[in-house]
């Protein structure tokens, strides 16, 4: 039982003396730490022992506290244990202090940033471990140093003249610079430097803060460098050619200089990738990206403008004419074989050039007449150069207003399908017909096919616009044929509408819904996909003849087919250009040249058809060499369907004999 307290003991429990006296001493009890203490205690205090210790006890009003207890055991005159004295001090700041100065000591060693304290005149006193590991000083080196001995000598003395300026009136500084190691090596720091100050404002100590910011500045380089330059060839990209190119006018302006961007396209890149795969496409990227740095100054630009197009700029050339030569080395560099898993491959390439000052003065601008005048080049023949003009300027803007009308041309019910009947050479008869599409527009009149079909594919309009030809021609076809109008369908499809969703299930859909057999479909293929010679090609190409679709080549005899390429391909005809039948005669050089495609078709027991034949005298030299098929305005033009079923009633063939 408790029978004496003092009021420093009601001060430190919260508790009165009437309160605790004659209470158990447990009335302290926090409940908060171990019973074998306890044990321990009573043990020693039976046995006539002093016990020392700290115990964690609780305040009347629930808090708790630690206090530092002497237990001391008093005895009567025969010698026994009567009474207790306990001394207790509450050390619970203390105890809170001596663990934050632990928590600080921590810290201060197992930071991974450096930690340097220097007094008021910047004499280092201590530093840490990461101090040491990060600078290459032991603390016993740098102790008694000034900081300057970490000095990179990359800042000058109006640098360090900001830095204590900030220390002396705000009290604190913070920033990125460069020191120097113990091996001697330099390297990125930011560092973090503040003043402590006594009771009276004066400074006492400066307390560094400084973190290796080496991989951190390695890192923001390789990200600019990604945001710049492009990762496979490591040329600038378009970003940085458009502010090298904003740099260049201005520059070209204020001195009067003339500068000059050439736009680069490959020619037969996707060939390349289609046969060769990707990773050799990436290798010639690269090897292209090293001829055309061979052709420029290093003052110029050479940049990838994404996927095998490159753009330079040439800087302060004095004409045209240097653009042009420029241009013409291109060419040739890119013109010489280019070696690829074993064999030489030749590519070439299309060239715009745009001039400043010139019909442009903003880097846009530039780029995209450079870019109108490299397709004009690209449309004219492939691997030449072509310069900017106005003329292009308007072309352009006429081929975007015609894109337009395209869109709406669909929808608007503007285009429609003609029908051009194929005969038997001989007998005259009809047996088919070819479906060719026409555009009638409602201001400018019937638009050629040879100015849209090409913009067609460029916008990738030909994909609805080709499907709606050939749902439209197969409904018609077979309702001829439910008519007793026993024809067959010859249809045109470019390998564009591959990528368009052009394949054998809607194929299929389209001939299911309007109830014509796949036998009677001829697609027609231009010589071009030959030349691409793509297992992908060649698959897609198969699944039509799957279906029992058959297949022709257009325009026979104008590109670089070989009897390779034919047999590769699921091909059962082919329609020979109306270039050799235009001036054909018996005694002539197209003669002949129709004699060997007619036997080659023979020998590869392919169908013949040719094209474009407009007198009688074609007629007969055709079917005297053995062509058995027919087209052209000899016999009809292309004529909407109504016409044609009129045209077919008033028919009367005309047999050779």
């Not at 740095?293 to 290093?298: F, I, N, S, Y």
């Amino acid at each position: 039982m408790i029978e004496y307290i003092n009021p420093k003991l009601s001060e430190m429990t919260g508790y009165s003396s009437e309160e605790l006296l004659g209470q158990n001493n447990n009335i302290l009890k926090s409940g908060e730490i171990s019973a074998d203490i306890f044990t321990d205690m009573w043990q020693q205090l039976r046995e006539g022992n002093i016990w020392s210790g700290q115990l964690l006890n609780r305040k009347k009003d629930g808090t708790l506290f630690w206090d530092s207890t002497s237990i001391s055991p008093l005895r009567t005159d025969t010698g026994e244990i009567s009474h207790f004295i306990a001394v207790k001090e509450d050390i619970t700041e203390r105890l809170r202090a001596e663990e934050q100065l632990r928590m600080v000591a921590a810290v201060f060693e197992t930071s991974n940033e450096a930690i340097m304290v220097a007094d008021h005149q910047g004499t280092i006193k201590v530093v840490n471990a990461a101090f040491e590991r990060i600078t290459g000083y032991s603390a016993a080196e740098v102790k008694g140093q000034n900081p300057s001995i970490l000095s990179s000598g990359r800042h000058d003395r109006f640098f360090y003249n900001a830095m204590w300026e900030s220390l002396n009136t705000e009290g604190c500084w913070s920033g990125e610079i460069w020191n120097r190691r113990k091996d001697g090596s330099v390297y990125p720091e930011w560092l973090s430097i503040s003043a402590l100050h006594d009771d009276e404002g004066q400074i006492t100590e400066f307390v560094s803060v400084f973190s290796d910011i080496t991989s951190r500045k390695e890192a923001e380089a390789n990200i600019r460098h990604q945001a710049y330059y492009d990762a496979l060839t490591q040329l600038p990209n378009r970003s940085l050619l458009l502010d090298r190119l904003e740099v260049a006018i201005i520059t070209a302006e204020r001195d009067q200089q003339m500068i000059s961007v050439l736009f680069i396209d490959l020619d037969r890149f996707k060939y390349v990738n289609d046969t060769l795969g990707h990773e050799h496409g990436d290798e010639l990227l690269m090897e292209v990206s090293k001829r055309l740095t061979q052709c420029v100054r290093e003052s110029d630009t050479v940049a990838r403008f994404g996927g095998d197009e490159f753009v330079i700029l040439l800087h302060n050339i004095q004409s045209d004419r240097d653009a042009a030569l420029v241009a013409e080395k291109i060419i040739r560099k890119l013109s010489d074989p280019f070696t690829l898993a074993g064999r030489d491959i030749i590519i070439g390439a299309s060239i715009g050039l745009a001039m400043y000052p010139g019909e442009s003065d903003d880097p846009d601008t530039l780029l995209r007449n450079a870019d109108l005048a490299m397709y004009r080049a690209k449309q004219t023949g492939r691997n030449r150069f072509q310069f900017f003009t106005s003329s292009l300027q308007e072309h352009a803007n006429t081929l975007m207003e015609m894109e337009q009308n395209l869109r709406q041309a669909l929808e608007h019910g503007q285009l429609e399908v003609h029908y051009q009947p194929l005969v038997r050479a001989q007998s005259g008869r009809v047996t088919g017909v070819e479906a060719l599409l026409r555009w009638h527009h409602p201001t400018l009149g019937m638009i050629s096919p040879d100015q849209f079909i090409p913009l067609a594919e460029d916008t990738g309009l030909i994909g609805p616009i080709g499907q709606w030809v050939l749902e439209t021609a197969c409904q018609q076809i077979s309702l001829w044929q439910q008519q007793g109008l026993k024809l067959y369908l010859s249809v045109n499809i470019s390998g564009r509408q591959r990528n368009l969703g052009m394949d054998a299930p809607l194929l299929h859909r389209i001939l299911q819904e309007s109830r014509l057999e796949a036998a009677q479909l001829v697609l027609e293929i231009t010589e071009g996909m030959l030349l691409e010679n793509s297992e992908e090609t060649i698959a897609w190409l198969q699944s039509f003849c799957d279906l029992g679709v058959h297949l022709a080549i257009d325009d026979f005899g104008t590109g670089y087919s070989a009897l390779s390429y034919l047999k590769r391909f699921p091909i059962d005809t082919l329609k020979i250009d109306r270039e050799f039948v235009r001036d054909l005669t018996l005694d002539n050089e197209d003669a002949l040249l129709v004699e060997a495609i007619i036997s080659m078709a023979r020998s590869l027991k392919l169908r013949l058809i040719a094209e474009g034949v407009e007198t009688a005298e074609q007629r007969n030299v055709l079917f005297s060499l053995g062509c058995e098929f027919l087209q052209g305005y000899y016999f009809a033009k292309p004529m909407p369907a109504e016409a044609l079923v009129a045209w077919m009633a008033d028919y009367q063939p005309i047999r050779l004999s």
